[in-house]
């Protein structure tokens, strides 16, 4: 079982203790509620696959950030539940930014990898309001999904 968000609030009854939310056999458990879940076994490993993929690039550009003495600071890749979408924070103050992956949003049909800076940024790099992204077919067309990051990483310390 895992604990889902606000599920240490006491609420589902009992003692006050821990609410536990959990699937099993494609049915939500929560508490007494019971909601079957219809989940599309390709969607599901396409999504897999997009995470899967986003994580392994951001653990390398962890790995090249806490090296060579940086003071980029990096946090733990994670999956950010608010936006479903998985980053990393890093860069020295003034010019942190997420540098991320998303599966898909309002905005953007189809995934992409973003750079998300903290403050407000101008330049050449940044093609979004929020920073800048990188879509899914520009990745299918060979774009490097390492020199995407560290572009932004440039252009965070020149922008």
């Known amino acids: 079982p895992f604990f889902a968000a606000g599920a240490r609030d006491g609420a589902g009854g009992g003692d006050g203790g821990d609410r536990q939310v959990r699937v099993e056999d494609n049915v939500l458990l929560d508490g007494d509620a019971r909601v079957r879940l219809d989940v599309n076994p390709v969607a599901a490993r396409a999504l897999g696959d997009w995470f899967g993929f986003v994580t392994s690039r951001l653990e390398q550009v962890r790995e090249w950030a806490s090296s060579a003495g940086s003071s980029d600071q990096p946090t733990r890749v994670q999956l950010w539940p608010e936006h479903f979408d998985v980053a990393v924070d890093l860069g020295a103050e003034g010019r942190r930014a997420n540098f991320g992956g998303s599966p898909g949003d309002e905005g953007h049909p189809e995934p992409y990898l973003y750079v ?11 093609n979004e309001p929020f920073g800048a992204s990188l879509a899914y077919s520009d990745l299918l067309a060979g774009a490097d999904p390492l020199a995407f990051y560290q572009a932004g990483r440039e252009a965070l310390l020149r922008d």
Request: a positive charge; aromatic letters at 28%; zero cysteines.
């Open 116 to 126: 998300g800076p903290w403050e407000p940024r101008r330049g050449a790099f940044w």
